[in-house]
């Protein structure tokens, strides 16, 4: 991507940023997960930032995008320089995420054109995208859906999109696109579809009207993943969670200023805190006044990229006893 992409929850904390992130602010990857988006931001322009994003998160369904914000970014060494912010947002089971969109905005205008931008999310993204008409017309056709289907851009463009309906399945993408035209979005809809050796394939489908300046549906973006793949990922998601939920030593996560974000059920028994109690609150609570150095050693050894493995130490449990920890 052109762009650097943040995304962060409702608290304005930072859960992902991508390389270009990286490279245009000068920190790692590991510096920014679970700080605040205003380390991004100049002093000045924290409570700015923070009233935008509130107004912004108060009401999401204003669309898809927020207006920009024309503002300057902080790197890492302290130098100031001007950007540009949207806004968007994504629903990731219980977390609703902001992804903000940076780019240098002392470039001289036009030299990175919004089409090349365009251009570079469709031929990198693993999911399928095309773009239809208002009857369902494919009017465009990425690599990942040559991948995903068999077909390539030039064999479908012009073709209806019922091409890839099973015979069992006829209507049912014309019914999605009769959601659209009513002005009802398609939101990871499951279906099978048909690829061009036959086989069918399980898919996840997102479609979304485009509107023009008098709001009049002129075409339709439609995204599909892997319903497999996706599947998998639930299941490995589940599978983990469980794993965390039902396992018998303490595991416990903390950002990189050791504030507690998760608790499993085995801490609460082992230190008698509930995560309602401790999440939020620094590890620190848990540690022996004279070990306190541990936890800097332990924080740059993490930040540094290497594992701590096999670390015996004691750590304070809710009546004030000391515990013998690994």
Known sequence: MPDALVAMDQKGIIRFVNRQTESLFGYGRSELIGQPIATLLPETLWQISAEH???YLADPTTG??????KLNGRQHDGTEFPINISLSNIDNADVLLVI???REGNQPKGA???????EAMLKYSDDAIM???PDGII???NPAAERMYGYSGKEVTGASVNVLTPRDRSGQ???MLTRIKNGQDV???ETALVRKDGTALPVSIIIAGIRDQNDEIVGMSAVHRDGAERRQADQDAQRMAAIVECSNDAIISRTLDGIITSWNPAAAKMFCYSSQEIVGKSINMLVPQDRSGEMITILAEISAGRAVADFETTRIHRDGTLSPSL
Request: hydrophobic share 40%; proline share 10%.
């Open 53 to 55: 994003r509130h107004d």
């Open 64 to 69: 898809p995008k927020a207006p920009d914000l």
């Open 100 to 102: 903000t969109a940076l």
């Open 112 to 118: 990175i054109p919004a089409a090349r931008h365009l």
């Open 131 to 133: 773009g239809l008409t």
């Open 139 to 141: 009017t465009s056709w």
């Open 173 to 175: 993408l014309d019914a």
């Open 187 to 189: 939101e990871h809809a």
